[in-house]
């Protein structure tokens, strides 16, 4: 344990700022410094933004997003494609969708994947409430965005099964070379996924 080198109230937002995503100890000592060097034009603005989120959040009972309102933002947007859904693992996935300005669709948020390895089961997920969704006739297409993982491929397997009544197209994204990317840098596996997945021009 480091030697305290200030109060405890300054060491105690110090610990809070290091369990932050990206944040170690040093970097957090940084940012404490940086707060409080910036007292009125970052802390106090900082604060009060922290305690009116936490006042407001809610989980939109539709799609399971984060937001200040349920229905969220994304499911009350008349302008968006009603005939979609794209299945993302957490709502980080459907903020870099929407950041991507990918698709005009909504979403259905499962909380995670399945992982027999962790004990996450189809009961931990949102899946039921998305088989729900799937059979609303509005709905033509379930896009499943999961990561390409063992994980993230168990649970697209297991949702299209799931899905096999439902009078939807079942897609989901494409495996292959990023954009940007040269095939000499490529993993085996990537390189092999993007040649089945290969498209006319
Ligand atoms: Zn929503």
Do not use: F
Request: charged letters at 25%; hydrophobic letters at 45%; one cysteine or more.
């Amino acid at each position: 344990m480091p030697k305290a080198v200030a109060g405890p109230e300054i060491e105690r937002l110090i610990q809070l700022l290091a369990r932050l995503p990206g944040l170690g100890p040093r970097s957090a000592r940084r940012a404490a410094l940086h707060l409080i060097k910036k007292r009125e034009q970052l802390m106090a603005p900082l604060a009060s933004a922290v305690t009116t989120a936490m006042e407001k959040i809610e989980i939109c009972r539709v799609c399971g997003n984060i937001d200040t309102k349920s229905p969220c933002t994304v499911c009350t947007d008349d302008k968006r494609d009603q005939s979609m859904i794209v299945v993302v693992a957490d709502v980080a996935d459907l903020w870099a969708l929407e950041r991507a300005a990918a698709l005009n669709a909504r979403y259905h948020v499962l909380g995670g994947t399945l992982s027999p390895l962790d004990g996450v089961g189809p009961q931990d997920l949102s899946i039921d409430a998305l088989v729900a969704r799937a059979h609303d006739t509005t709905v033509k297409e379930i896009i499943l965005a999961l990561n390409a993982t063992v994980d993230g491929q168990t649970t697209a397997h297991y949702i299209t099964d799931l899905l096999r009544d439902a009078n939807v197209a079942v897609t989901r994204l494409a495996h292959g070379v990023p954009v940007g990317g040269e095939l000499d840098y490529l993993d085996d596996g990537t390189l092999t996924a993007a040649m089945r997945a290969r498209t006319p021009l």
